[in-house]
């Protein structure tokens, strides 16, 4: 299958149109607050939320009207996350939604609906009303780069990326946008993402391949260990490439969902190298364990670590903290036959702090700082020079399978507590 990288984001695909501004949200904010995307064909849906018990009015209203299959847009809005506000939160996500069917023409339960910011606020959703017309007035191809401030909190850079991909002999193209920064953990790390596809795909069809990849994905992302109580992630297919339909499993949904790991795998490294704080991305790969499930928590447990972290803001070499972390991450592994290497490219930005994407490429470094369950001497230098890099990797090699998993997290700063400690004003 032939796949590349293209500019556009969630308007890169056929029918997709975006805006955002600012309505006034949160006092204070200067950039936008609100943003809408928008199909000019219905499409079909599927999305994951956030499983934490205390969820979002917008994530209970989104889950509602996304149950019968099928939605064609978007509106969202960051500073107030409409969280913990009861009924009069409960009517002011309704009123999001109808707010938009009005104005577009569409039913009230195929709007998507989605917040995010302080907790246990009100959301002035009359600001939103009271903006609705020119902010749906603005919808146009050019529009993603409006609408992906608009969802930022306290993140430093934009987070989107789009591809085409060759699927049943149409070129289809993907879109994406996200923001997270804190909050983040991998009970969903997905925070706000939203993905639009030109594709033809059956709803069934569309929420396997989004469960299928937020596995390995999104779910393997870790900023703080906090699970949000807003996050929600979409997809909408609207069709429009005019490829077969995909209604069942094959070499075109294989190749639909190797697109649409390829787009969320850029995506959770953004979102991972723009933690709150964060001075460097933390890769951690997992080969040689029994399944694909216990590789992928291997690596997490680790990316996970708050002692792990902290040293890599410290630059220290400390792989006992890592051995640690596997080791409680209840998962079976050999520890006499576990191998442990730090590696880093020179020159390589993380992602998150730019909004490149192709790969440094500088010199790699590469050390080995355990071996098979025993302690070596490893050159100390070295190890700090890689561990000063914007991305580090941290690679474990087992001998228990064949089995292989990565997860995405960042370095623990003074920077993330400064952040949090007065994230209300």
Not at 101 to 114: L, Q
Not at 136 to 142: D, F, I, P, Q, Y
Not at 389 to 399: K, P
Request: aromatic share 6%.
């Amino acid at each position: 299958m032939l796949m590349q990288f293209i500019d556009g984001g969630v308007t890169a695909p056929l029918g997709f149109t975006a805006n955002g501004m600012l309505c006034g949200i949160k006092a204070g904010r200067t950039k936008n607050d609100t943003a809408l995307i928008f199909s000019e064909k219905l499409c079909t849906v599927a999305g994951v939320f956030t499983k934490n018990r205390v969820q979002a009015e917008s994530v209970k209203r989104t889950r509602a009207n996304i149950e019968n299959g099928v939605a064609q847009a978007v509106i969202a809005n960051s500073g107030i996350a409409n969280a913990c506000t009861g009924s009069q939160g409960a009517q002011a996500a309704l009123r999001m939604a109808q707010a938009v069917a009005k104005e577009m023409k569409i039913s009230e339960n195929d709007v998507i609906v989605c917040s995010t910011g302080v907790i246990g606020q009100q959301l002035p959703v009359e600001k939103i009303e009271d903006n609705i017309h020119t902010l749906a007035s603005g919808l146009s191809k050019e529009g993603h780069k409006e609408a992906r401030v608009a969802i930022m909190t306290t993140d430093t850079h934009f987070k989107e990326c789009a591809l085409e991909a060759t699927i049943g002999g149409k070129t289809v193209h993907f879109g994406t946008m996200a923001k997270g920064s804190g909050m983040i953990h991998i009970n969903l790390g997905t925070m706000l993402g939203f993905i639009t596809t030109d594709c033809a795909i059956t709803a069934e069809m569309l929420e396997k391949a989004l469960r299928e990849s937020v596995a390995g994905t999104y779910n393997c992302v870790s900023v703080d260990g906090d699970t949000s109580t807003n996050d929600t992630l979409t997809i909408l297919a609207n069709g429009m490439a005019e490829n077969t339909l995909i209604d069942k499993e094959g070499k075109d949904f294989d190749d639909f969902l190797a697109a649409l790991n390829a787009l969320n795998t850029q995506m959770a490294r953004k979102i991972a190298g723009d933690g709150e704080g964060a001075t460097r991305l933390i890769t951690c790969n997992v080969s040689g364990a029994v399944d694909v499930p216990t590789a992928r928590a291997l690596a997490k447990s680790v990316i996970s670590s708050n002692l792990t972290k902290a040293a890599f803001f410290g630059r220290d070499a400390n792989w006992g903290r890592i051995l640690c972390a596997l080791g409680y991450s209840g998962e079976y592994f050999t520890p006499e036959k576990c191998c442990i290497y730090l590696e880093s490219v020179h020159g390589e930005q993380r992602p998150g702090a730019t909004d490149a994407i192709g790969e440094a490429k500088g010199e790699k470094k590469s050390i080995k700082v355990f071996d098979h369950g025993t302690p070596i001497v490893f050159d100390e230098v070295l190890a700090k020079e890689i561990l000063s890099e914007d991305a580090v990797t941290v690679n474990v090699t087992l001998e228990d399978g064949e089995a292989n998993g990565t997860a995405w997290g960042c370095d623990l700063t003074y920077d993330y507590v400064k952040i949090n400690g007065d994230y209300r004003s």
